[in-house]
């Protein structure tokens, strides 16, 4: 589980409590292995070998899910992958918990390894993802008269975003992106089930911090994980265009190492 603020292991969740025949896909483990970045996409080769090392077919309906504990966490990051991949069928499950609350089948221990796939090499869709020089034109142009206009939504703790709170990681400045607002993704969520909430009150969400939604709508976060919460809410709520959301992969982790706040591009709020 990434980012998880207890510190569990996706893993020992998984063995402990999962739907039967569940296959546990490792963000950890399927990602760029060659990036300083901690939860970058995977490279299309990369993606397919861990689809086919986990049995998933090409045209499989795949549901995605938390732990109970969590709720909804890394899921939507695991979900948004999928499409980012062309996968055609997927869906996130709100959520495990109440699953476990209603009694309905688990199971638990090991798992065998499933039977493997040939998954083919899918097409990477570009339009879903947006990268740091994307990113850092949007932030120098930023406020500048004919600069292109877009929403970028942080889904880190308003401290983080504000630069008022320290980052997780040692040494990582705090702050945010030029223009970015901050809509922290415990917001969108029921604080009792961590469920997301009704369709309703997510666009009212969105409203109330004037989320255009005839712009771009980019999520960001600290690891590219907890922007596809927002990314996710988006859908639900109907906000905006869907051809027009973009996660930042490498997120806040990777602005604050690439960019510096002498230079106007990390950017705190005043005392």
Not at 53 to 71: K, N, Q
Not at 151 to 161: H, K, M, N, Q, V
């Amino acid at each position: 589980m990434p980012n998880d603020p207890e510190g569990r292991k996706g893993l020992d969740s998984f063995q402990q409590s999962r739907i039967p025949q569940a296959r546990f896909f490792d963000l950890d483990a399927i990602k760029d292995h060659d990036s300083p970045y901690p939860h970058m996409l995977p490279t299309c080769e990369t993606f397919s070998e861990a689809m086919g090392e986990l049995g998933i077919r090409r045209d499989d309906e795949v549901v995605v899910y938390d732990t109970a504990e969590l709720g909804i966490f890394s899921a939507p990051r695991v979900g948004w992958t999928l499409r980012v991949f062309g996968h055609p069928n997927v869906h996130i499950l709100d959520n495990y918990r109440l699953w476990v609350r209603e009694g309905l089948p688990t199971e638990s221990g090991e798992r065998p390894p499933a039977e493997k796939t040939k998954y083919p090499l899918p097409v990477y869709d570009s339009k879903l993802v947006i990268s740091f020089r994307e990113m850092k034109e949007l932030a120098i142009d930023y406020g500048k008269e004919g600069a292109e206009e877009v929403e970028i939504l942080d889904a880190r703790s308003y401290g983080r975003w504000a630069g008022t709170d320290p980052e997780p990681r040692p040494g990582l400045s705090s702050g945010h992106l030029p223009g970015s607002k901050s809509m922290p993704f415990q917001e969108l969520l029921d604080p009792e089930t961590k469920t997301y909430r009704p369709a309703s009150e997510l666009r009212q969400i969105f409203e109330d911090r004037k989320v255009d939604a005839s712009r771009t709508i980019i999520s960001s976060c600290g690891t590219g994980v907890t922007a596809s919460i927002i990314e996710t809410a988006l859908g639900e709520a109907g906000f905006g265009d869907p051809n027009l959301r973009r996660v930042y992969d490498g997120s806040w982790t990777e602005w604050a190492q690439r960019v510096k706040e002498s230079d106007g591009l990390i950017k705190k709020v005043k005392p």
